[in-house]
């Protein structure tokens, strides 16, 4: 069993493994999907490699559904790299799930079944307007099936304000880590594309929620991670260490390079 015990401790780069389009989907290409596994193998493996201390495995299938639920097709397509992923990596290779928009049931079973460490929830409280419709969060129900499965060890990195989640209406990013941690997440996820806003969203939920890990949701390359990972405890990493831009294959160089970066501030 993978656990992520590492929050908190020691700064968590944690990579991209972007899926291509999963059967079971609107946009699925007819016999593509050995093609995505075989990326997602050597993303995976170039982040091992490389001393990233994890992946996201994260699909982009262009369209969704708001609600907590998956295409079986598609959750078992994702189940089958996942597992492979586990069985490539080192045995404290931390291993995400994240089926979007919001499927966290069927990202837990994955996560549970195959060996995945951590989930990264798009709403697990709150609400927030996306461009597939609103998207409204049922921790209880969650939380009660995490139960059910004996997930308990899967940690729940919860987003908070970032490209996938605004709080419909507003509210205070430390309300917002409060109400996460209150309904049980393991961590908090937040960033944006101006650097003084990420570290001014750092240290209102540093002050309001001490303690709670924060992991940074994007945003991050190798010339500001050391100024945005001085006061968090990881990120996920993607367009950065991709060759030719997002979705790209994973470089290994790149990996070591930001790795390195990373290390220097521990």
């Known amino acids: 069993?993978?656990?992520?015990?590492?929050?908190?401790?020691?700064?968590?780069?944690?990579?991209?493994?972007?899926?291509?389009?999963?059967?079971?989907?609107?946009?699925?290409?007819?016999?593509?999907?050995?093609?995505?596994?075989?990326?997602?193998?050597?993303?995976?493996?170039?982040?091992?490699?490389?001393?990233?201390?994890?992946?996201?495995?994260?699909?982009?299938?262009?369209?969704?559904?708001?609600?907590?639920?998956?295409?079986?097709?598609?959750?078992?397509?994702?189940?089958?790299?996942?597992?492979?992923?586990?069985?490539?990596?080192?045995?404290?290779?931390?291993?995400?799930?994240?089926?979007?928009?919001?499927?966290?049931?069927?990202?837990?079973?994955?996560?549970?079944?195959c060996n995945g460490s951590y989930l990264r929830c798009g709403a697990l409280v709150g609400a927030t307007l996306t461009a597939h419709g609103m998207v409204e969060a049922d921790p209880l129900d969650v939380m009660e099936y995490r139960v059910m499965i004996g997930a308990q060890h899967v940690k729940m990195i919860v987003e908070i304000d970032s490209m996938h989640f605004k709080w419909l209406g507003g509210k205070p990013i430390a309300e917002v880590a409060r109400n996460a941690k209150y309904v049980g997440a393991d961590a908090v996820s937040l960033g944006d594309p101006d650097e003084e806003t990420t570290l001014r969203m750092i240290h209102d939920v540093r002050h309001a929620v001490p303690g709670l890990p924060i992991i940074l949701a994007g945003y991050t390359n190798h010339a500001n991670a050391a100024r945005l990972m001085a006061d968090v405890d990881g990120a996920f990493v993607g367009t950065c260490l991709e060759r030719g831009g997002w979705a790209g294959h994973i470089d290994i160089d790149r990996v070591r390079e930001y790795v390195e970066i990373v290390r220097g501030l521990e």
């Not at 907590?68 to 492979?84: C, F, K």
Request: neutral net charge.
């Open 1 to 113: 069993m993978r656990t992520f015990d590492r929050l908190g401790k020691r700064k968590a780069v944690l990579g991209m493994v972007h899926l291509g389009t999963m059967p079971g989907t609107p946009f699925y290409e007819e016999d593509s999907y050995e093609a995505t596994f075989e990326k997602a193998m050597e993303d995976a493996t170039a982040l091992d490699q490389g001393g990233a201390d994890g992946c996201l495995v994260q699909t982009v299938d262009r369209v969704y559904s708001v609600k907590d639920e998956s295409n079986p097709t598609r959750v078992a397509g994702v189940a089958n790299i996942v597992r492979a992923i586990d069985k490539a990596t080192r045995p404290d290779f931390q291993i995400g799930v994240q089926i979007m928009r919001n499927a966290l049931k069927a990202s837990l079973a994955v996560a549970k079944v």
